[in-house]
């Protein structure tokens, strides 16, 4: 299904939802995380707050809605951001980490994952990580299909 497909579905069942989205895929293993979310286990996820920062991307806000697409860019599910917030990296809490649903679900895994993948995508744009670096923290909920 694609994600207009899954949008027009959402819609038809809650008309009051808006015509605006957005359709993504999570940046680090697209499948699994969207499963996770799915299955209403992946409830938050983070972003490095320097793409928001530079203008290359909008701030996420609460109340809007993405289609979650897999690594083939088929639509998974449809969420709604609920809360957003920005922290510093060494500042992620562990609710947060829980929240994101990955791995043990610790936050020692947390970052040293989410380390890992920052590092990583950073460099690809001649950045540097650091621990003080902000990230944006998004909550959500699964809204379609229920």
């Given at each position: 299904?694609?994600?207009?497909e ?34 209403g ?10 793409w ?95």
């Amino acid at each position: 299904m694609t994600h207009q497909e899954m949008w027009a579905a959402y819609r038809a069942a809650s008309p009051n939802a808006g015509e605006e989205y957005e359709a993504w895929a999570y940046g680090d293993d697209p499948d699994g995380l969207a499963e996770l979310t799915r299955a209403g286990i992946k409830t938050a996820t983070a972003s490095a707050g320097v793409w928001y920062g530079r203008g290359e991307e909008p701030l996420p806000r609460a109340g809007e809605y993405s289609v979650i697409l897999d690594s083939r860019e088929e639509a998974v599910c449809v969420i709604r951001t609920t809360r957003v917030f920005t922290v510093p990296f060494d500042e992620v809490g562990a609710e947060q980490a829980f929240r994101e649903g990955e791995g043990d679900r610790s936050l020692a895994y947390w970052r040293r994952v989410h380390e890992d993948f920052f590092r990583a995508e950073l460099a690809e744009a001649g950045l540097e990580f650091s621990p003080e670096m902000p990230v944006v923290c998004e909550e959500f909920e699964m809204v379609y299909p229920v």
